[in-house]
């Protein structure tokens, strides 16, 4: 169970109507039908992960989220979740403002860019980072539109958008101390290297 | 063949989700063998859409594995226009041609027998066996009154064979359901005019069927699409040899009509790029004849095929067939009451005032070309109004359906293309039903939905055993 599922789950009320933008194999949709009994669909472009789900009994729709979510009529979702594809998609911005006309509240995982290993490998090194949240090279990453928290919190702001909550998350190491633990929530933009936020319309 | 009677498939998932090991083929796929098809005769009469009435029918139908204890293994197969009931295996042990889909049903395919118990009806007015334009009409066995040139020879329908509904192949094959005690459907499965009867049938019977495979279909046919079965229809229609449809009592048949309809359906079924791979330009002589025999390669597939088509079709089953087509509308029993006006306004409109209206722009476009571009506006916020309109109908139809739908459609296919899978897609997500929709990548047009494409098996095999997780959801409105 991926840490930014855990937090998800948290942020999502029991029977709830879900939409999950690429939810991959379905595994966060399938872990909230059984945990919490939400409904809902997901999203997915990836032809396996698509089949996996199907063969899971979840429902899932191939489409690409730069299409948009036109489909969706208002308010037709308690919560869109979307985890670890915002900075894939060609218009971010554009697509959370869909996320927030198609659902009451939205729940959403990026990589971070300003993470401390990320700005190692860029100030020191003088090359793309490349990590455990962000494990391609530049040449063949799908992560086209990379922002930090502070990025999205600065795009939040600018579109009217309110953050209910937002947690900070580091699972590149494993078993933090206390004291990594505290550390991480004091400096966030610098020591987590995903993040996981919950917005709605103001 | 056993059939697994500790059929899992409907508990629920009560722990991480696994990773199905059916989402890919077995290897040792293997033939459902030599089969006999069954005749079922119904002696209670039907009473049709059309309401005329058949004093009795049979169906010709086939089956494949086993039934299970508590009948709950069945799916039912639907065919499309020019298929049967014959849908896998041999009918001997000479037989070279398998069954229309041999490659879906069989043990360890993507219908997998081993498990599963596979019906397979042709439907009627249909020419394979079950009742149709082509057996014995009741009415004409001892009268004398039917055809003055006929004497007392018991005649076939012929063209006396009522219309048919896609609606009315349901209800025939509800009541097949009952005479084989199976209360409901572990799935049914069709493609192309099978798909639109899977989807009427978790309409009309949504108690009936846990699961609906709807492939290369379409929630009801386009203005394109009845353009094309008109020009069949035509084609048939205006050959000498049809005599009205009693072709067979005047001891001709209308060859060259069929062979035309089923060309002309047929291109609708491949693509510009399969026929390009497959033809090209190629010439069968290697040069020019200027002359109107075969020159192209593809002239001369198009009329080998036809003339097959030809020789095991009815001319009027073939027009039937079509009619059904084209009056599919599973919204037809949900009428909406969200957008009076626009309807009220073109259902009302007579062919004179459509004609008039139409002499009337062409008019004030010479007149002003600004108009022109006001019409545009005009057509696109009426699309986008009947897009609108055609959601809504289709959310009133599928409002109380009660089972989990998979929709495939194929990139190529330009005869139910895509957009068409995906409107009913919409439809069912905006009424909250469990949905799953696949596109695949796949060259060979409407005719893909017969293909052995590994990701398109994969599904329909994954979604036929996918533990049944997913609760369905009372329509609601808006969320707030």
Known sequence: MRMDHQLAERWIAPQAHVLDLGCG????????????????????????????????????????????????????????????????????????????????EAVITFPNFAHWQNRIHLGLKGMMPVSEALPYEWYNTPNIHLCTFKDFELLCAQHDIHIINRF??????????????????????????????????? | MNARSDNTSDQHLNSQPHTNSSASIDSTTGSVGVVTPQNFHFAEPLTLECNRTLPSFDLMVETYGTLNRDKSNAILICHALSGNHHAAGFHSADDKKAGWWDNMIGPNKAIDINQFYVVCVNNIGSCFGSTGPTTINPDSVGSDSFDANSSDEPQVYGPDFPLITIKDWVKTQAMLSDRLGIDVWHAIVGGSMGGMQALQWSVDYPERLKRCVVIASTPKLSAQNIAFNEVARQSILSDPDFKNGRYIQEGTYPRRGLILARMVGHITYLTDDAMKAKFGRDLKSGKFMYGYDVEFQVESYLRYQGERFSENFDANTYLLMTKALDYFDPTRDYPIRDYPSTVAKDTTESAVQIEDSIAASVESSKANAQSELEDAVTTIEDIESDRQQELSALKAAFAHTQCQYLVVSFTTDWRFAPERSQEIVDALMATGKPVSYINIDAPHGHDSFLFDIPRYMGAVKGFLTAPFITPSRPATGERS
Request: aromatic fraction near 4%.
């Open chain 1, 168 to 202: 900070a998350v580091s699972d590149s190491e494993k078993g933090h101390t206390p004291l990594m633990k505290a550390l991480i929530r004091q400096a966030p933009n610098l020591l987590a290297d995903v993040a996981i936020y919950r917005v709605t319309k103001k």
């Open chain 1, 25 to 104: 194999n379905g595994e966060l949709l399938a872990h909230l039908q059984q945990k919490l009994g939400v409904t809902g669909y997901g999203l997915e472009i990836d032809e396996d992960k698509i089949n996996e789900a199907i063969g899971n009994g979840l429902s899932i729709v191939e489409q690409d989220l730069n299409d948009g979510l036109a489909r969706f009529a208002d308010n037709s979702f308690d919560t869109v979740v979307m985890a670890r594809a915002l900075q894939a998609v060609k218009a971010p911005d554009e697509l959370l403002l869909d996320m927030l006309r198609v659902a009451r």
